[in-house]
């Protein structure tokens, strides 16, 4: 964790400072007792940005050459909060420099891909996949200089490190959607990410209904990083009954082909009064069951982007902790293909803000520096991508180096994926992955 103690009144965010935050009353739907809320940017004023008189036009009033998107097809985020252990998903299990450095914590059980990896034996579905050549995984990655704090590194990803107060997939939306299609992107989880926040497009949020009164994501370690990571979003100011219904339709025609609305919802936020019972709420099956019906129809998203589900901040317990996470990526990373009609339109990435620190601290391990991505899917050409760290050549701090920058991976689903040219959403040039 950060320096900072845990702010005691994170634990529980009220509706009032929820709203305070955003700077706005929030306008949604509650159907079945879930809440479907709009989301746009704010302007430096605190006020929501209006309807753009030219759909695509920039800050600066200009109004650059809108890229045609491929149709048809949806990219699933996964976020991995707090910082995964990628040693520990990603297992160098043929280096003695890896059981050295972790004497407490190597798995030693893995799961064999090629004799030098393997993934955590709590991957099994996984493993399925990559034998079957439709996991691709991607080692060392990560970008330079990071100073390792959650939300500072959150922002970096979220931003892929640019400075105009928009996500990386909320660009690609302003390029390919804007404002004529409130079902573009739809977040799934505690509240709004930043991932998505862009200046011309929605931002579609399926929450609790008690989702003003959020259970936080655990890496939250301060009053100030859970209000900067809603700081740029307000209600869309043309919220209405009718575009708000709009959205409610559409989500429903979506998931019916499965199942309806309301049962797709019913086991994804558990009622705080029936946790003890039911189990904890927003778990990764079930938010990945929802994201699977929302893929199955003509109205799919471009992007679901999945976050809030775990905490991965294994600083202690990290032995059965990791375990019980590796197990719950595992199972719903099955459920969504299980529940997915056509597996040749979706394609699964993960993220994480960091990796973990090579060596135990003697209870888990402390924030670090490269990490591993999966892409996953059936248009994925499976295998490993980028070069593996080298635990013999760490940096001050005792991290791995990276050896390919996280804006490869975002590049290459760009290109590769959703049919734009990354630099129009990256603002610079980075190596495309021959893995799609």
């Not at 990071?146 to 931003?159: A, G, I, Q, R, V």
């Not at 989500?251 to 936020?269: G, N, P």
């Not at 039911?278 to 129809?297: E, F, I, K, M, Q």
């Not at 979706?346 to 591993?372: C, L, P, Q, Y």
Request: aromatic content about 6%; some cysteine; charged content about 15%.
């Amino acid at each position: 964790m950060n320096a900072a103690s845990p702010d005691p009144a994170c634990s529980i965010v009220t509706r009032r400072r929820f709203l305070a935050g955003l700077g706005a009353t929030a306008a949604t739907v509650v159907v079945g007792g879930y809440a479907i809320s709009i989301y746009g940017k704010r302007d430096g004023s605190g006020a929501a940005l209006g309807n753009p008189s030219v759909t695509g036009a920039g800050a600066g009033g200009t109004t650059p050459a809108v890229p045609t998107a491929a149709t048809g097809r949806t990219l699933v985020v996964i976020e991995m909060g707090g910082g995964n252990d990628g040693l520990n998903t990603v297992v160098p299990h043929s280096l003695g420099a890896y059981h050295d450095l972790r004497t407490d914590l190597a798995v030693t059980d893995s799961i064999d891909l090629d004799g030098e990896i393997g993934l955590h034996p709590n991957l099994p579905y996984l493993a399925e996949l990559y034998a079957e050549g439709d996991l691709a995984v991607i080692e060392g990655v990560g970008y330079p200089d990071p100073d390792l704090s959650h939300f500072t590194s959150m922002m970096t990803w979220w931003s892929a490190g640019a400075t105009i107060g928009t996500g990386w997939l909320g660009r690609y939306l302003d390029l390919t959607a804007g404002r004529d299609n409130p079902l573009a992107a739809i977040v799934i989880g505690p509240g709004p990410n930043p991932a998505v926040l862009g200046s011309e497009s929605f931002a579609v949020t399926i929450q609790d209904a008690t989702g003003l009164r959020p259970q936080l994501p655990e890496w939250v370690d301060t009053g100030d990083e859970l209000l900067g990571m809603w700081s740029g979003f307000a209600p869309s100011p043309i919220d209405s009954p009718g575009l708000l219904g709009q959205v409610h339709q559409a989500i429903a025609d979506s998931t019916r082909a499965a199942t309806s609305l309301d049962a797709v919802l019913a086991d994804v936020f558990v009622p705080e009064s029936n946790q003890n019972q039911a189990g904890r709420r927003g778990d990764l099956v079930d938010y990945l069951t929802l994201a699977a019906a929302l893929t199955n129809s003509d109205l799919a998203p471009q992007v679901i982007y999945v976050h809030g589900f775990g905490d991965f901040d294994t600083h202690d317990n990290q032995a059965g902790h990791h375990a019980d996470l590796m197990t719950e990526l595992n199972d719903g990373i099955q459920a969504f293909f299980t529940g997915v009609q056509d597996p040749e339109r979706v394609v699964v990435v993960t993220t994480s803000e960091f990796g973990r620190r090579a060596a135990s601290n003697g209870r888990g391990t402390d924030h670090g520096t490269a990490s591993s991505q999966f892409v996953i899917g059936s248009p994925v050409a499976g295998g490993r991508y980028g070069l593996p760290v080298d635990l013999k050549r760490l940096d001050a701090r005792g991290n791995p180096i990276h050896t390919i920058d996280f804006r490869s991976t975002y590049a290459t689903v760009l290109d590769r994926w959703l049919g734009v040219d990354h630099p129009a959403v990256l603002d610079a040039d980075h190596e495309v992955l021959p893995l799609l």
